[in-house]
């Protein structure tokens, strides 16, 4: 087994660090229109940190078992070396793009990762608002796995991922150098994956690289300043309901489903799909007071 270090361990006080600096930053020059920070909200983003540790801890169980097992049964296998440690880190960039796209298109996918979306804050602590239910990430990176990467080094790359984007949760940085705004993700780009508005929905997924999303079509620049959340915010700073609201708000959509078409489509479909409302027939014309709903994503 490739010994690796543990990135995110050994990025914990640069962290703390970081985020003090961030909070002394906006208390010496506060800005009216940012976010900024509020102490119920950075603690619940802390407390789903913490929380994710836990659970990510027996979710590892099962999925390590299956890379395993799927390493061992392939003849394939990429070296830990000088050269190919970036090569992996690269890949590894590429499936966590699609991976956090699924995450956003699909539902029940969506319900594991909106918790990183819940906060109406944008800070450093927001990146620590981690989901408890990630057992939903690991098929994206089974490719990788099948073509010989340990999953020892698959933890490794996906560890020094999630390192990097912390620093890019943040209003403190306005741009980086154009260069670096062209092939790397930045606070800049983050916002706009952070915010509500329409035009922002569903853009910028990159982890270190925004070329993803260039090459995929899902890049959109900063323009208008974010405003931050869900498109129907949840008001709580309760962790528990922070971790499962989704899951709560779909099963309660099965229970009043009219078919298993229409549950099917509350479970895989995108988070705001909704069921075609059938055509009005030509005795009740259809107005402002009986509109037809077509289906949408949020």
């Known amino acids: 087994m490739p010994n690796l270090p543990d990135v995110v361990l050994w990025s914990i006080p640069a962290f703390v660090l970081l985020t003090l600096v961030e909070m002394i930053s906006v208390r010496i020059h506060p800005d009216e229109e940012a976010a900024g920070y509020e102490a119920k909200d950075a603690a619940t983003s802390v407390g789903?940190?913490?929380?994710?540790?836990?659970?990510?801890?027996?979710?590892?169980?099962?999925?390590?078992?299956?890379?395993?097992?799927?390493?061992?049964?392939?003849p394939l296998r990429v070296p830990?070396?000088?050269?190919?440690?970036?090569?992996?880190?690269?890949?590894?960039?590429?499936?966590?793009?699609?991976?956090?796209?699924?995450?956003?298109?699909?539902?029940?996918?969506?319900?594991?990762?909106?918790?990183?979306?819940?906060?109406?804050?944008?800070?450093?602590?927001?990146?620590?608002?981690?989901?408890?239910?990630?057992?939903?990430?690991?098929?994206?990176?089974v490719?990788?796995?099948?073509?010989?990467?340990?999953?020892?080094?698959?933890?490794?790359?996906?560890?020094?991922n999630l390192v990097y984007q912390f620093w890019i949760h943040t209003e403190r940085i306005d741009r980086m150098p154009r260069w670096f705004e062209y092939v790397f993700n930045t606070p800049s780009h983050h916002r706009v994956h952070h915010a509500s508005q329409g035009g922002y929905l569903d853009r910028n997924f990159g982890g270190?690289?925004?070329?993803?999303?260039?090459?995929?079509?899902?890049?959109?620049?900063?323009?208008?300043?974010?405003?931050?959340?869900?498109?129907?915010n949840i008001n709580t700073f309760n962790p528990i309901k922070v971790a499962t609201h989704e899951y709560v708000a779909i099963v309660k959509d099965i229970k009043t489903?009219?078919?298993?078409?229409?549950?099917?489509?509350r479970v895989f479909r995108g988070p705001g799909w909704q069921p075609a409302q059938p055509v009005t027939g030509p005795s009740t014309p259809v107005g402002p007071s009986t509109p037809v709903e077509e289906s949408s994503a949020a």
């Open 48 to 74: 789903m940190g913490l929380g994710s540790l836990l659970f990510d801890f027996f979710w590892k169980i099962p999925i390590v078992a299956l890379y395993t097992a799927i390493h061992e049964l392939t």
């Open 257 to 265: 489903a009219s078919g298993w078409r229409e549950r099917a489509g």
């Open 143 to 160: 490719p990788l796995i099948a073509l010989g990467v340990h999953p020892a080094a698959l933890a490794f790359c996906s560890s020094a």
């Open 208 to 232: 270190i690289l925004i070329v993803w999303d260039r090459l995929f079509g899902s890049f959109v620049p900063e323009v208008e300043r974010p405003v931050y959340g869900l498109t129907k």
């Open 80 to 141: 830990v070396l000088w050269w190919t440690v970036p090569l992996m880190l690269l890949a590894q960039d590429f499936f966590s793009y699609w991976s956090h796209r699924g995450h956003h298109v699909v539902r029940v996918l969506w319900a594991c990762h909106v918790v990183h979306h819940s906060s109406e804050k944008f800070n450093l602590t927001t990146a620590l608002r981690q989901p408890w239910t990630t057992l939903t990430v690991w098929p994206f990176y």
